[in-house]
């Protein structure tokens, strides 16, 4: 029987309000009622994560920025998995030489060059996961957004990488002609090495550590617990996901997955609008998967 749930937020856990559902929190509750651990496992930073984790009134560890930062229920980090600087600065680069916007996660908070860009790439990013709101409807909701995140916009995230203190845990960028700028972009970074390139929706690309990564987090977690990974159960749908599809026992793709994403879970279960983890979470346990 499984012991521990990991689930990614975005495209999964939230629906289109961005919000848990309440058949998800119940689902949760019931699972934390009959001894299993429930935790998130999102790309989103802990002041993202935590804000729809608050407003469902769940109280759980958090894997965030892809596994690079991992908390546990206090809030307390446990440790976390860095770019080196000089990495870090050559990603840049090549991401400045294409053009593409890009932001800094750290130790110390989120950095930007450009609040207009934010919005724009965040409604590009919002329109991906919710294909039924406008355009309109998505700069609004991203522009709301704005006020929940804690983003401190810079003239040079590069000066700010001279403080030795500050790590870099993700950068991600976006770009609204999606694979076709993006793609290539996301080789040349693979290429040079040490990093991990994956992605959130068809409009960004996300780089961290190659040690980063949410299954190497869920694998951590669950051993810190004294779980085997037959015993976890993991949720999600687009190909940051995919590390934790492949470690855990039991995992579930969502109804709205990217169809290779799919391809990686044992199991399919109905889409994020659907309430599909809450439904994962009570098949789970009724076949006692």
Same mark, same amino acid.
């Given at each position: 029987?499984?012991?521990?749930?990991?689930?990614?937020?975005?495209?999964?856990?939230?629906?289109?309000?961005?919000?848990?559902?309440?058949?998800?929190?119940?689902?949760?509750?019931?699972?934390?009622?009959?001894?299993?651990?429930?935790?998130?496992?999102?790309?989103?930073?802990?002041?993202?994560?935590?804000?729809?984790?608050?407003?469902?009134?769940?109280?759980?560890?958090?894997?965030?920025?892809?596994?690079?930062?991992?908390?546990?229920?206090?809030?307390?980090?446990?440790?976390?998995?860095?770019?080196?600087?000089?990495?870090?600065?050559?990603?840049?680069?090549?991401?400045?030489?294409?053009?593409?916007?890009?932001?800094?996660?750290?130790?110390?908070?989120?950095?930007?060059?450009?609040?207009?860009?934010?919005?724009?790439?965040?409604?590009?990013?919002?329109?991906?996961?919710?294909?039924?709101?406008?355009?309109?409807?998505?700069?609004?909701?991203?522009?709301?957004?704005?006020?929940?995140?804690?983003?401190?916009?810079?003239?040079?995230?590069?000066?700010?990488?001279?403080?030795?203190?500050?790590?870099?845990?993700?950068?991600?960028?976006?770009?609204?002609?999606?694979?076709?700028?993006?793609?290539?972009?996301?080789?040349?970074?693979?290429?040079?090495?040490?990093? #991990?390139?994956? &992605?959130?929706?068809?409009? *960004?690309? =996300?780089?961290?550590? %190659?040690?980063?990564? +949410?299954?190497?987090?869920?694998?951590?977690?669950?051993?810190?617990?004294?779980?085997?990974?037959?015993?976890?159960?993991?949720?999600?749908?687009?190909?940051?996901?995919?590390?934790?599809?492949?470690? #855990?026992?039991? &995992?579930?793709?969502?109804? *709205?997955? =990217?169809?290779?994403? %799919?391809?990686?879970? +044992?199991?399919?279960?109905?889409?994020?609008?659907?309430?599909?983890?809450?439904?994962?979470?009570?098949?789970?346990?009724?076949?006692?998967?």
């Amino acid at each position: 029987m499984i012991k521990l749930i990991a689930s990614d937020m975005d495209g999964t856990l939230l629906d289109a309000h961005m919000s848990i559902s309440t058949e998800n929190t119940e689902a949760i509750r019931m699972a934390n009622e009959l001894g299993i651990e429930f935790m998130v496992a999102t790309g989103r930073n802990a002041q993202e994560a935590r804000a729809a984790l608050d407003e469902a009134g769940i109280d759980c560890a958090m894997i965030t920025l892809n596994g690079a930062q991992v908390f546990d229920r206090s809030g307390k980090s446990l440790f976390t998995v860095p770019i080196p600087s000089p990495q870090a600065m050559t990603v840049m680069d090549i991401l400045d030489a294409n053009g593409i916007y890009y932001e800094v996660a750290t130790n110390q908070g989120l950095y930007s060059e450009s609040q207009p860009k934010r919005i724009e790439s965040f409604a590009s990013s919002i329109a991906t996961h919710m294909p039924h709101l406008t355009y309109k409807m998505a700069i609004a909701m991203a522009s709301a957004n704005l006020e929940l995140l804690h983003i401190t916009y810079v003239d040079s995230i590069r000066e700010l990488l001279l403080d030795d203190t500050l790590e870099v845990l993700k950068i991600i960028c976006f770009h609204t002609e999606g694979p076709r700028i993006l793609g290539p972009v996301g080789k040349e970074i693979s290429n040079l090495g040490e990093l #991990a390139v994956t &992605s959130s929706g068809q409009n *960004n690309l =996300e780089v961290n550590h %190659k040690n980063a990564q +949410k299954g190497i987090a869920v694998a951590h977690v669950a051993h810190e617990r004294g779980i085997t990974l037959d015993e976890v159960m993991t949720i999600g749908d687009n190909f940051n996901d995919v590390s934790m599809l492949q470690t #855990a026992g039991v &995992s579930f793709a969502m109804g *709205n997955a =990217e169809i290779e994403v %799919k391809d990686y879970a +044992k199991y399919l279960t109905d889409t994020n609008l659907e309430s599909g983890v809450g439904k994962a979470i009570l098949r789970a346990i009724n076949e006692n998967l």
